[in-house]
């Protein structure tokens, strides 16, 4: 099949959610600081959910992405001195969530909700959502090289 799009100069869209999910799953699972005072571990444990659009489009030669998602994450708060005495305390202080109901292409400061940490939420914040967004803003410069090859017509 030949299709006409000298110059490429028309709209070339790719969906890329199922590609987003996978990447996103991959550099936010597992990813782990230890707290500043030594004494805890903040883990994020799974990305429950990511819901909402992601593409890769190209339009008069030049790539763009667009992207409009929701992320729901669980996080783990345990100690580094567990009691090995007692096997059934696995070490958690607290299991919790965070969630950004929009994280979008044309922002970088975006809101990220905590729920369940109770007095972990203020180490959360300031100790590993930082980790968090620095990987988040990665993903749209690694969605753009990931895909604009794909969009040459």
């Known amino acids: 099949m ?4 000298p110059n490429n100069w028309h709209w070339v869209d790719k969906n890329t959610l199922p ?3 996978d990447y996103l799953n991959n550099k936010l699972t597992n990813l782990s600081t230890v707290s500043s005072d030594g004494k805890s571990r903040i883990e994020l444990t799974q990305v429950s ?4 659009d992601s593409n ?3 339009r008069k030669g030049k790539p763009i992405c ?3 998602l929701r992320l729901s994450m669980n996080v783990k708060v345990t100690k580094l001195d567990t009691d090995e005495d007692n096997e059934d305390d696995d070490g958690t202080l ?5 969630e950004i109901p929009e994280f979008m292409h044309d922002e970088s400061d975006f809101p990220i909700v905590s729920q369940g940490f109770d007095a972990f939420d203020g180490m959360v914040r300031s100790e590993f959502v930082p980790k968090v967004l620095e990987t988040l803003l990665n993903y749209q410069d690694d969605l753009i090289k990931g895909h604009s090859k794909d969009l040459q017509v």
């Open 49 to 52: 959910s990511i819901t909402g």
């Open 2 to 5: 030949v299709v006409l799009n």
């Open 19 to 21: 590609w987003s999910k």
């Open 66 to 68: 667009y992207f409009d």
């Open 56 to 58: 890769v489009s190209q």
């Open 94 to 98: 607290a299991d919790g969530k965070l």
